[in-house]
């Protein structure tokens, strides 16, 4: 009977001490996914506001504003076109 208890004994022994190697390997795979974490969210951070400016940048490089006191000279065939006066007469056959 004190046998079969010290066999049991060694055996949860023996597991506690494999789950205290898993949980230490655990503790430092997670350190290191945090690292990871951290990281990669300062460089989504960076990307995401060097991308912000670069939009204000287009936007206001692109910035067009109606002026009534002269005539347009573009054509905006669509929304996402604007046609300058040389290439509209190149196209019609007025050529350069």
Request: glycine share 6%; charged share 25%; with cysteine.
């Amino acid at each position: 009977m004190f046998d079969t208890f010290h066999s049991s004994l060694a055996e949860v022994v023996n597991n506690v001490k494999r789950i205290k190697q898993c949980d230490s390997g655990l503790g430092e795979e997670l350190s290191q996914m945090r690292e990871l974490y951290r990281r990669e969210a300062l460089q989504r951070k960076l990307l995401y506001n060097q991308l912000q400016d670069l939009r204000g940048n287009i936007r206001v490089f692109c910035r067009c504003r109606d002026d009534s006191r002269s005539h347009c000279c573009l054509q905006f065939p669509s929304e996402t076109e604007i046609l300058p006066p040389v290439w509209s007469k190149v196209h019609a056959g007025g050529g350069l």
